[in-house]
Every structure is written in C-alpha cells, then in structure tokens.
C-alpha cells in the first residue's frame, strides 16, 4: 500500500503561481512513475505530467508545456508540481498517482494505469 497526501492548492488569480506537493509514505520502494492528474467539474479527469523516480525524466500533457514543472526529491519521497501562468482553465482538483509496477519502464497517460491516488486538492483560478 501507498498513501499520498497532496497539498499547496489555493485560490490565485490569473497569471499567478502555486507550488503543488505529494507526499508518499508507504511500500514506496516499488514506485516507477508517478504523476499529477486533474479534474475539473464535470470533465473528466486528465493527465497533467509524470516523472520517472529513479531517473527524473518527466513527459507533460501539452496543455501545460512551458507552464508547469514536475519533479521529485527521491530523499523525502515527495513529489512537487510547479504551476506558473495560471489560468481559469487550470481550475480543478489536481491529484497525484502512483503508475501500477506491472507498467514499468512506460509512462502512461491512462488514469487506468494508476492505482494509488492521493485524495485531491483544489486549485481556483480566478480571472
């Protein structure tokens, strides 16, 4: 089992910043890939960006190219999302995931290749 527990969202206005952070804490030692998703009311929830733990690369949903950085610091078994030139659009509840260990080697972008999830928190993007 792995817990995560998200935290740094808020209220910003447009064009404004947050830093996002996932803490693991668990069997954290089988963890690949992990990543940030998000969900937006009545959308469905979407790929953000993932990073690779053991190596750092990182992949990005297009969308948020430019605008956002993830990383890890593989000591605290924490994950962060730098979120920059925000947007309403980027308004959701943003999770972190834990891709399933069956998957290694690929980053998935498929909420279905991901079996832990922290329980979310909101970002507001105000215009």
């Known amino acids: 089992q792995v817990q995560l527990v998200e935290s740094g969202g808020g209220l910003v206005q447009a064009g404004g910043s947050l830093r996002l952070s996932c803490a693991a804490s668990?069997?954290?030692?089988?963890?690949?890939?992990m990543a940030w998703f998000r969900q937006a009311p009545g959308k469905e929830r979407e790929f953000v960006a993932a990073?690779?733990?053991?190596?750092?690369?990182?992949l990005y949903a297009d969308s948020v190219k430019g605008r956002f950085t993830i990383s890890r610091d593989k000591d605290k078994n924490q994950m962060y999302l730098q979120v920059n030139s925000l947007t309403p659009r980027d308004t959701a509840v943003y999770y972190c995931?834990?891709?399933?260990?069956?998957?290694?080697?690929?980053?998935?972008?498929?909420?279905?290749?991901?079996?832990?999830w922290g329980q979310g928190t909101q970002v507001t993007v105000s215009s």
């Open positions: 995931a834990v891709q399933r260990p069956e998957y290694a080697g690929v980053v998935y972008t498929a909420t279905r290749a991901y079996d832990y």
């Open positions: 990073i690779s733990w053991s190596s750092g690369s990182t």
């Open positions: 668990g069997r954290t030692s089988s963890t690949y890939v």
